[in-house]
């Protein structure tokens, strides 16, 4: 068993606009779309073995999806753990940048496992904006009381 869990979940912007023939068009277009999230996250080498749980992939309103999964690895402090999540993440990032995806927003719940339960560690924590970059100015950050 890892030491730490975090359940993620990333908002991605699908590179639609709210044009009329793009709405139609969009309905067509969900089961690639979803092809090249999965691929993305798949063939993603950074996330080999640290990915415990299924990928969810949801369509939201304004031509965005949301996908939440499970992060578990072996770490020394819950910092540690947050950085190599998002390391993995901008992998990912990149590979969906490249097909006109564009990240907006990412959520973490973060768990340590210790004695043989679960317990809450530092439960909602944010990405630093020291960590992404450029990112910053597209980044939402999400809190507890928000989900």
């Given at each position: 068993m890892k030491d730490y869990t975090v359940n993620t979940a990333i908002t991605f912007h699908t590179g639609f606009d709210d044009r009329e023939c793009n709405r139609l068009m969009y309905e067509g277009m969900k089961e690639k779309i979803k092809n090249d999230i999965q691929t993305a996250f798949l063939n993603e080498e950074s996330l080999n073995g640290y990915i415990t749980s299924d990928l969810t992939l949801r369509f939201l309103d304004g031509y965005k999806v949301r996908v939440e999964y499970e992060f578990s690895c072996y770490d020394e402090n819950e910092q540690e753990a947050e950085g190599f999540c998002n390391y993995c993440i901008k992998g990912v990032q990149s590979r969906l940048e490249e097909?006109?995806?564009?990240?907006?927003?990412?959520?973490?719940?973060?768990?340590?496992?210790?004695?043989?339960?679960?317990?809450?560690?530092?439960?909602?924590?944010?990405?630093?904006?020291?960590?992404?970059?450029?990112?910053?100015?597209?980044?939402?950050?999400?809190?507890?009381?928000?989900?």
């Open positions: 097909l006109g995806y564009r990240m907006e927003c990412i959520s973490s719940k973060q768990r340590r496992w210790i004695r043989g339960s679960w317990m809450k560690w530092n439960p909602w924590y944010s990405v630093r904006e020291k960590s992404w970059g450029n990112l910053t100015d597209r980044l939402c950050l999400v809190s507890a009381e928000s989900r």
